[in-house]
């Protein structure tokens, strides 16, 4: 942690300076978001780029954090870099991987021999390049996080969507692909969209049955899965400060459901708590000396209209717990609706199972309200009607609520304990059931409820809730129960009722854990050897990609004229291909398979041009390979638009494509292929697209010349004999050029880090 330190200081050095530049610069009081934003803008923009208005803006993040599924194909590529550590602290957590079936014991051990080379070339590659390694078993990403590395006015990237989590300790922490991580660890600046701004001003103060949770599963309700798009959600207010650390990260988790880039929480009492209660009173110390500048200025919170481009206002006072669902975490129905919804639906009434913890829900305070249920209905007898698990969410939470006797409590009402990981959450989850096919219903604490993530069955509505929700309907087994008003018969025959949910918010015997599960990595790494087997199906070392032969590029086959809409899905396919996400080869048999061909309207069935056949996209483009003949894409307008998938831009370039040519790009997926290496460019004139025949042989001219702003040339030659040509235009800078030069950004990294 000393190194954890040590880097905290030199960002609190520079964030004071940076913020009264910003202010005189913008001549306005600032939110907290911008103060941290300023203070971590890279060198080259930290000049120019205070003020609103400006687009992309590139930044300097303190940290990355990385989940073992994303992480294989963020690391493999760093070792491309040539660096012999990551640029910055960084770590890998081992929890998507885990199916939950039995239990806690049973599942863990399971994975470990199912995942082992996954875990082997994690562990190795982390210990290697100065990365910590958190176990299997350890913990999910954003807990552990939030437990040790998240610092209030930090900025981190972590490559899964739910990142945001550590904004309940006053950081900016965003959700990214693999090529972002990949980047920072490489050393290179992380560029993002200026966002908007979005304040949720919270006046009053929880109580009763309300939790946390209830406030983002409000505010997703008012702003919809899609409201919060391009825009950081900063709370603040009195009701702000009466939220505990571990009930603000609950919120800004889920505030990845509303699109949001991230959610923030202001540094305060209850931040400082936790992070002395987390053994890290060092770095309260840090943060209480710039206090001032690690929470929005009073001027703004005052007058919020002015500061932000959206304003909320929510009274926690009066609050009412929520249940959100099904199928999409926006449906908010307070509870003393949602028995009427549920009958009106006709939404399956019984409850099957009921699913606490996970990433979103797993504090000390989330564990210890539930157990206060769960302890109510031994006491009142009461028999628990639906199933019932518990997913802790870090070993140091499990470990603190085992000693405390919680778990017991759970064990005593029928809850089985699952692994530290993200099991049931992701879909890895082994559910028991009679009949897949009955429409049923299960309520989870999670973040997440939209159709077959659970358990991959579309006729499983699941519904959102508290953790203390939903454990009183996991009690009750009936979704249209009302814990704040409604009695149970118990097994005497009497109709019992519970009383609020009590909790404590840290424990007061403080944590404790005795193998939190994590790996230092080797003080000298040199001489670590990454474990890859040559064999293995999951894992591939990468080649770095050829460089450009200096020349125009000539006699390309067109792989295929896609119509329609391409997304990042339909270039590289999710499924079953996740599992090849660490083998570029392997996952390359999925290039393209989704896009629709112009010429014959359907999906993977391209002519071969060296044998006139038909047949699937990927084989097609592997014979062209074969044969040393490079090729092009053609695509629509917004190629490449979705998640940020690496891959997606890293199978054309393994498999010989030489460049994309399209009407528009997705911004993201452009500037991946850049990355790579990959050429991208565009129509000027939208009407060429209809010049492009199947039997085509194109040129691409103009590279010799290749200068940003300056139009490339494409040549057709028709079958026929004839021949057409048309301007293309391009976005890259001088930056970019010499990554198209280099064949990849990383080539680059690597030369300079040889020399
Ligand atoms: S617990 Fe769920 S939301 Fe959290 S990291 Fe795991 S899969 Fe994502």
Redesign the pocket.
Known sequence: MAFDLDMIKKVYDRYSTRVEAARKATGKPLTLTEKILYAHLSEGDAQTAFGRGVDYVDFAPDRVAM?DATAQMALLQFMQAGRPQVAVPSTVHC??LIQAKIGAVEDLSTAVDVNREVYDFLASVSDKYGIGFWKAGAG???QVVLENYAFPGGMMIGT?S?TPNAGGLGMIAIGVGGADACDVMAGLPWELKFPKLIGVKLTGKLSGWTSAKDVILRVAGILTVKGGTGAIVEYFGEGARSLSATGKGTICNMGAEIGATTSIFGYDEKAAAYLKGTKRADIAELADAIAEHLTGDDEVYANPEQYFDQVIEINLSELEPHVNGPFTPDLAWPISKFATAVKENNWPTKLEVGLIG???NSSYEDITRSASIAKQAIDKKLKTQAEFTITPGSELVRYTVDRDGYLDTFAQMGGVVLANA?GP??GQWARHTDDPTRKNSIITS???NFAKRQDGNPNTHAFVASPEIVTAFAIAGDLTFNPLTDTLTNEAGEQVKFDEPQGIEMPVKGYAVEDAGYQAPAEDGSKVEVIVSPTSSRLQLLEPFKAWEGTDITGLKLLIKAKGKCTTDHISMAGPWLKFRGHLDNISNNMLIGAINYFNLTADNVKNELTGEYGPVPATQRAYKAAGIGSIVVGDENYGEGSSREHAAMEPRHLGVRAILVKSFARIHETNLKKQGMLGITFADNNDYDKIQEDDTIDITGLTTFAPGKQLTVVLHHKDGSTESFPVNHTYNAQQIEWFKAGGALNIIRKQMAS
Do not use: K, P, V
């Open positions: 989940q929890d998507h999910i990403i954003h899964d739910h996970s990433c979103t993200c959450c992701i999670f973040n997440r």
